[in-house]
C-alpha cells in the first residue's frame, strides 16, 4: 500500500469514527434534552448531517494568490465533504430501519453510490457540453455577453437537471465548475474570463452575506430555543453532545 493510499485511508476511518461519534452523541443528547421521540434513522440522518465540515473560516485565512494550490485543495475538500453528506442523508431517508438487513444494507450503499456517481457523471458531462457550445457553434463565440451567459446558463442547468433527477445538485455544480475551468475556460476570450471571474465572484459574496443574515436572523426566533425543558438546560449541558454522560 502506498503513502497515499494509507493517507486515504487512515481519512476514512477517522471520518467513520466521527460520524458514529456525532450520531451516538446525538442520541444521548435528544434524550436528555426530551426532544420527542426520534427514531434509529433520525439519529443517523442528524449523525450524516453533523459530520459535514465548513471550511469557510479557514479559507478567510488563506489567499487564494499567495497559495493557489492549498486554497483549491481545502475548498474542493469542504465542497465534496459536504456534498457527500447531503448525498448520504438521501440516502438514509430512503432506509428501511424497521426490516433492516444485509438486502437493505446492500440497497443502502448501492443508493449512496448512484446518487454520488451519476451526480459527478452528469457535472462532467455538462461541462462538456459547454465547452463544445462555446467553441464550437458560432453564435457562441467571440462575444462576451453569450460567452458568460452560456457558462452561467450551464452552470445552472446541470443543477436543474440534477434536482429534477433527485440527485445531488451541490456535487453536479462542483464538477461541472471543474470540467469548464478547464476546457471551457481555455475556449473564451480574455474579457469574458475577466468579467466570469468578477461575476462569480460577486454572486458567491453576496450568497455568502445573505446566508449569515438569514441564518443569524432565524436564531433570533425564542419560539426555536423552548424546545428542551428547562431542567435540562445548564451550562455543562452540551458536553453530552459528543457522546459523553456528564450529570447536570
Known amino acids: 500500500m502506498t503513502c497515499s493510499n494509507l493517507v486515504f485511508v487512515k481519512l476514512v476511518l477517522l471520518r467513520l469514527f466521527f460520524g458514529l461519534m456525532n450520531t451516538s ?6 434524550k436528555k434534552l426530551d426532544v420527542g421521540p426520534l427514531e434509529l434513522g433520525d439519529y443517523l440522518a442528524i449523525g450524516a448531517i453533523f459530520s459535514a465540515t465548513d471550511s469557510v473560516c479557514t479559507l478567510q485565512v488563506l489567499n487564494q494568490d499567495e497559495t493557489p494550490l492549498l486554497y483549491s485543495l481545502v475548498f474542493g475538500e469542504g465542497v465534496v465533504n459536504d456534498a457527500t453528506s447531503v ?28 446518487l454520488f456517481f451519476t451526480s459527478t457523471i452528469l457535472g462532467v458531462a455538462t461541462g462538456l457540453l459547454s465547452a463544445y457550445i462555446i467553441k464550437k457553434l458560432c453564435f457562441a463565440r467571440h462575444s462576451t455577453d453569450r460567452e458568460v451567459s452560456i457558462m452561467i446558463l450551464m452552470a445552472y442547468l446541470s443543477y436543474m437537471i440534477s434536482m429534477l433527477l433527485d440527485l445531488s445538485g451541490i456535487l453536479t455544480v462542483f464538477f461541472c465548475g471543474i470540467v469548464m475551468s478547464h476546457y471551457t475556460w481555455h475556449n473564451v476570450t480574455e474579457s469574458s474570463r475577466v468579467t466570469t471571474k468578477h461575476t462569480f465572484a460577486t454572486l458567491s459574496f453576496i450568497a455568502e452575506i445573505f446566508l449569515f443574515l438569514y441564518v443569524g436572523m432565524d436564531a433570533l426566533d425564542i419560539e426555536k430555543w423552548k424546545l428542551a425543558s428547562s431542567r435540562y438546560l445548564s451550562p455543562v449541558g452540551m458536553i453530552d453532545f459528543e457522546g459523553l454522560d456528564i450529570p447536570t
Open 25 to 30: 452523541g446525538a442520541m444521548g443528547l435528544f
Open 87 to 114: 448525498v448520504l442523508f438521501n440516502a438514509i431517508e430512503n432506509l428501511d430501519i424497521d426490516n433492516f438487513d444485509a438486502i437493505v444494507l446492500l440497497n443502502f450503499v448501492g443508493k449512496f453510490l448512484y
